[in-house]
């Protein structure tokens, strides 16, 4: 994926900040921070080892690979815990004899591994912030006519 937009702030020797127009396929994942509520410009940090300037006009990609992974990480994950967590104890707990409200169960037992896989990706932000490997990256810098 492909954009580009330009450099406003040089955070350290490997990353920057750019501004750039919102991107459909962006939704709402949170590694944009948005320059006002009505604007479709959003500040975008980079990989910069490519050694952009402030100002510089530059074009941004981050693999489309990576880009599944992370929605993956943070749409399906809590979805798979939710139908795993709901519909393997709605089983488990009939095939076991269960005497009580089996539905009641599954449900708070699907809703609390829902919750767990947020606190899960919420312990592990910095790790995958860290990893680099979900921010996009300077490629090129582009020559305005």
């Known amino acids: 994926m492909n954009q580009s937009g330009f450099i406003v ?6 990353t920057a900040k750019v501004q750039m127009q919102k991107h459909s396929a962006c939704a709402h994942c949170g590694k944009c921070a948005t320059v006002s509520s009505e604007s479709k410009e959003i500040l975008v940090e980079v990989d910069n080892t490519y050694g952009a300037k402030v100002g510089d006009h530059v074009e941004v990609n981050m693999e ?9 990480i943070v749409y399906v994950l809590p979805l798979i815990a939710l139908l795993v967590g709901t519909i393997g104890t709605y089983y488990g707990l009939n095939a076991l004899g269960f005497a009580g409200n089996v539905e009641i169960v599954s449900a708070v037992v699907g ?9 899960w990706m919420r312990a592990n932000d910095k790790k995958f912030k860290d990893s680099r490997n979900y921010i996009p990256i300077v490629t090129r810098i582009l020559i305005d006519l």
């Open 9 to 14: 702030e040089i955070v350290d020797e490997v």
């Open 64 to 72: 489309n690979i990576n880009v599944i992974k992370a929605t993956a």
């Open 111 to 119: 809703l609390t591994l829902t919750l767990a896989s947020y606190f």
